[in-house]
């Protein structure tokens, strides 16, 4: 099996388990946000800085690796034009249930970031994309994929995972991985994964990530750090998240 699809079952178990990311938002929360009162995440804890999405009205937005009910019926509420594309069919399932239960219409594609992006060069203003990147072994053809089908002066919105969560012990008391951290090369740290029902998950480098970016032509904007929301990182305050907001040049 492919490891995306294994990444997919995966994620589908922990949603059935009550995982934090594959909650939908309530009518509420949804009321809210269209009179003007909202939040979403990029990153576990520190919601994301309003200017870094403007005025959504008439936008259109792609939601990359974005499923699960939580963000696109906010920038839908907004008057954002949603589009989101995940490889989970339970977080596809919650976009659909969402936008039934609130009266709105998305366009919702099942789809692997891994392949090349199944839109129109220069289709969208706005990508949002939150971790979800670990998940992926190459990083670059996505950041290029985004430059691809954004429109000039689009903005690229990225979460992404620092590497430390990788190299430490399960306590999070020890250094016990070298990096990168690969488990499709390296079987140890396979074992680990599979131990603690993780999936697949790669390391990526500050390289990959912003320089992944700077590469495809990006022009980085704004940036903020984030902790686990949990752990003993998370209690010394070590970050281990990285929130980018990133711009396609204006003129090509």
């Known amino acids: 099996m492919r490891y995306q699809d294994i990444n997919a079952e995966t994620i589908d178990r922990w949603i059935a388990d009550g995982w934090q990311w594959g909650k939908p938002i309530c009518h509420e929360t949804y009321e809210k946000a269209r009179h003007g009162e909202w939040e979403v995440f990029l990153t576990p804890t520190k919601p994301v800085p309003h200017a870094w999405l403007g005025d959504l009205k008439g936008k259109k937005l792609l939601g990359l690796a974005s499923g699960g009910g939580q963000q696109m019926p906010v920038f839908t509420a907004l008057g954002a034009d949603c589009t ?14 969402i936008a039934e239960r609130e009266g709105y219409s998305i366009r919702i594609i099942r789809g692997d970031m891994t392949k090349p992006l199944p839109f129109e060069d220069a289709e969208f203003d706005i990508i949002f994309h939150p971790v979800s990147n670990c998940y992926i072994e190459q990083v670059r053809p996505v950041w290029k994929e985004c430059y691809r089908i954004l429109k000039p002066g689009g ?15 399960e306590k999070e008391e020890h250094i016990i991985n070298s990096l990168p951290f690969n488990p499709l090369k390296n079987p140890e740290h396979m074992r680990q994964l599979q131990e603690s029902d993780a999936g697949i998950q790669f390391s990526h480098s500050l390289e990959e990530q912003i320089g992944g970016q700077l590469e495809a032509g990006f022009r980085l904007l704004d940036l903020y750090e984030d902790t686990n929301g949990d752990g003993r990182l998370h209690e010394l305050q070590i970050p281990t998240f990285l929130a980018m907001c990133a711009q396609k040049a204006v003129r090509q």
């Open 84 to 97: 989101i594309l995940d490889y989970s069919p339970k977080q596809i399932a919650s976009e659909k249930q």
């Open 155 to 169: 903005y690229l919105l990225s979460g992404t995972g620092h590497y430390l969560n990788y190299i430490v012990d």
